[in-house]
């Protein structure tokens, strides 16, 4: 019997065998200074109309009772898709974002200097809306004598795939060449901090979420998202952090539940996510997100 299944599955056409996963395409951090939310948001909204197999229909609506922008009947929440107020209703229009150079770079030994630098750091996530979990980082501060020196450089996502009927992400991330541009500028090799976000997955509907499987993730409290059910928090507002006058977009709050470190690569975390608050963490997941460090 098991060399006919054999037989059988080696004369299925390529095509039927790889219908259920999706290749999603991953965006570059671009720059949002100064945009308006219409502009930001159709990045956005472009990515996620690519791809039929996991979006349905469009939808003309008004978001945020007043700006008019395309929204999607997804497959993947099963109910109509529009920007979540909750995470970026604060979003303000015409105003510069928190940059990579000045992320990375901020104590630098000059004078003055605003964390506006480089290409908008909240990009890497808002253009990308299928990373659900995202892999942020805190500052590395390089110390670098002007601006001009610092870096851009973090973890980079390599690759993203869908299964549509096993309804899991799984991600690629190349967290290596991150660490030895941090070396590299800091001449040093104390651990960096990381830390995971929801922002992605609270606008798809996931609430929840809890770290069911990991390999080498090292949370800084007893207390975290491998220990019990999480409420993610992520919202985009304006603040004051970034030195530039006025203030500037930016994502928030610290949520000490989901910092941690990598005790070595490769690493690996799988997260069970939920649209509503789960009986227990065994609770069969809504989405899953797999991720792998290298």
Same mark, same amino acid.
């Given at each position: 019997?098991?060399?006919?299944?054999?037989?059988?599955?080696?004369?299925?056409?390529?095509?039927?065998?790889? !219908?259920?996963?999706?290749?999603?395409?991953?965006?570059?951090?671009?720059?949002?200074?100064?945009?308006?939310?219409?502009?930001?948001?159709?990045?956005?909204?472009?990515?996620?109309?690519?791809?039929?197999?996991?979006? *349905?229909?469009?939808?003309?609506?008004?978001?945020?009772?007043?700006?008019?922008?395309? #929204?999607?009947?997804?497959?993947?929440? =099963?109910?109509?898709?529009? #920007?979540?107020?909750?995470?970026?209703?604060?979003?303000?229009?015409?105003?510069?974002?928190?940059?990579?150079? &000045?992320?990375?770079?901020?104590?630098?030994?000059?004078? *003055?200097?605003? &964390?506006?630098?480089?290409?908008?750091?909240?990009?890497?996530?808002?253009?990308?809306?299928?990373?659900?979990?995202?892999?942020?980082?805190? !500052?590395?501060? !390089?110390?670098?004598?002007?601006?001009?020196?610092?870096?851009?450089?973090?973890?980079?996502?390599?690759?993203?795939?869908?299964?549509?009927?096993?309804? #899991?992400?799984?991600?690629?991330?190349?967290?290596?060449?991150?660490?030895?541009? #941090?070396?590299?500028?800091?001449?040093?090799?104390?651990?960096?901090?990381?830390?995971? @976000?929801?922002?992605?997955?609270?606008?798809?509907?996931?609430?929840?979420?809890?770290?069911?499987?990991?390999?080498?993730?090292?949370?800084?409290?007893?207390?975290?998202?491998?220990?019990?059910?999480?409420?993610?928090?992520?919202?985009?507002?304006? @603040? @004051?952090?970034?030195?530039?006058? &006025? @203030?500037?977009? =930016?994502?928030?709050?610290?949520?000490?539940?989901?910092?941690?470190?990598?005790?070595?690569?490769?690493?690996? !975390?799988?997260?069970?996510?939920?649209?509503?608050?789960?009986?227990?963490?065994?609770?069969?997941?809504?989405?899953?997100?797999?991720?792998?460090? =290298?």
């Amino acid at each position: 019997m098991k060399i006919y299944i054999s037989l059988f599955l080696s004369f299925i056409p390529y095509w039927m065998v790889s !219908a259920e996963i999706v290749n999603i395409k991953l965006n570059p951090p671009t720059e949002f200074d100064f945009k308006t939310r219409e502009e930001i948001f159709a990045v956005r909204l472009s990515t996620i109309e690519q791809y039929p197999q996991i979006i *349905g229909d469009k939808h003309k609506v008004t978001v945020f009772d007043k700006y008019p922008l395309t #929204i999607f009947n997804t497959k993947l929440i =099963n109910e109509k898709y529009k #920007i979540s107020s909750s995470v970026f209703k604060h979003v303000i229009d015409n105003k510069p974002w928190w940059g990579l150079q &000045g992320l990375n770079c901020l104590e630098y030994k000059g004078v *003055g200097v605003s &964390g506006v630098a480089g290409l908008s750091e909240e990009s890497r996530f808002i253009n990308n809306p299928f990373l659900l979990i995202d892999l942020d980082t805190n !500052a590395y501060y !390089a110390n670098r004598e002007t601006v001009a020196e610092c870096d851009e450089s973090y973890p980079q996502p390599t690759s993203l795939i869908y299964d549509t009927q096993e309804r #899991i992400f799984t991600a690629y991330y190349d967290v290596s060449t991150y660490y030895n541009k #941090i070396i590299q500028l800091t001449q040093r090799r104390t651990p960096q901090k990381f830390l995971f @976000g929801g922002r992605n997955a609270i606008d798809f509907g996931f609430q929840y979420g809890f770290l069911s499987q990991q390999e080498n993730i090292n949370f800084d409290e007893p207390k975290n998202i491998s220990t019990e059910v999480y409420q993610f928090q992520d919202f985009i507002h304006v @603040g @004051g952090s970034c030195r530039y006058p &006025g @203030g500037c977009n =930016n994502g928030s709050p610290l949520q000490t539940f989901l910092n941690f470190t990598f005790q070595n690569l490769p690493a690996f !975390a799988e997260f069970k996510l939920w649209k509503k608050l789960p009986s227990s963490p065994s609770t069969p997941a809504d989405v899953t997100v797999k991720m792998y460090f =290298n």
